[in-house]
């Protein structure tokens, strides 16, 4: 049966394309969800793909995943250096989740040095930009073997 990827986008991020090309590159998000789309058809897995900017929307979806999903792929925008919300979210559910950044958040200021997300994710993608999803949709595809 063709297993299914939650693809869940925080604060800001549908912003893409629009500003800070030199940081997060020139795709905007939807080009990111086409090429997502089009790659998991190829591994037959399918995506549901989000964006929001309130983090209780985002907690309320990772609780949901539970029933619906079969792993999760987030980038929690700046929600990450800050969300205990998110965090227990995901480690209640148990959904395994792969953790995106466009940019290397080791690279950049300390206050993104930390993650909450990282202790709840099989693992983190930093720094490829919009190609790193493509890199999670592999991932995922292994770990559902
Ligand atoms: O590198 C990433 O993917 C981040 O998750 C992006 C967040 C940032 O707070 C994290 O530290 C790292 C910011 C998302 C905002 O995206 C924008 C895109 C275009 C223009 C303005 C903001």
């Not at 964006?51 to 929690?76: F, K, P």
């Not at 205990?84 to 395994?96: F, H, N, R």
């Amino acid at each position: 049966m063709t297993k299914s990827i939650l693809v869940i986008n925080g604060p800001n991020l549908n912003l893409l394309g629009t500003r800070e090309p030199e940081i997060y590159g020139a795709e905007t998000l939807d080009d990111i969800k086409d090429k997502m789309t089009e790659k998991a058809e190829g591994l037959d897995l399918s995506i549901d793909f989000r964006q929001s900017n309130v983090e209780g929307e985002i907690v309320n979806w990772i609780q949901e995943a539970r029933e619906n999903h079969d792993a999760i792929i987030i980038n929690a925008g700046a929600l990450t250096h800050t969300s205990v919300a998110i965090m227990d979210a995901l480690l209640a559910v148990d959904t395994p989740t792969i953790e995106v950044h466009l940019s290397n958040i080791f690279k950049r200021e300390e206050f993104r040095h930390h993650s909450y997300i990282s202790g709840a994710a099989i693992g983190m993608i930093t720094g490829f930009g919009a190609i790193g999803y493509l890199m999670a949709i592999d991932a995922a595809k292994n770990m559902l073997k």
